[in-house]
């Protein structure tokens, strides 16, 4: 069963885990798995915090 996210603009990284950008001005993206449990909290470097940053796989 997969798990509410709080945003739209999901990509997978693998076939268990989500990469996803934190809503509400975060400066960092999120791995998380496919019920919604967050695993890892990633910093985005300065120069891409302020930019639209689009995930897509490989």
Do not use: F, N, S
């Not at 990509?11 to 496919?34: I, S």
């Amino acid at each position: 069963m997969l798990g509410t996210l709080p945003v739209v603009d999901v990509a997978w990284v693998t076939d268990d885990r989500l990469l996803y950008r934190r809503p509400g001005g975060y400066q960092d993206v999120v791995l998380a798995d496919p019920a919604g449990h967050e695993w890892e909290r990633l910093p985005l470097p300065r120069k891409l915090a302020e930019r639209t940053v689009t995930v897509a796989p490989k």
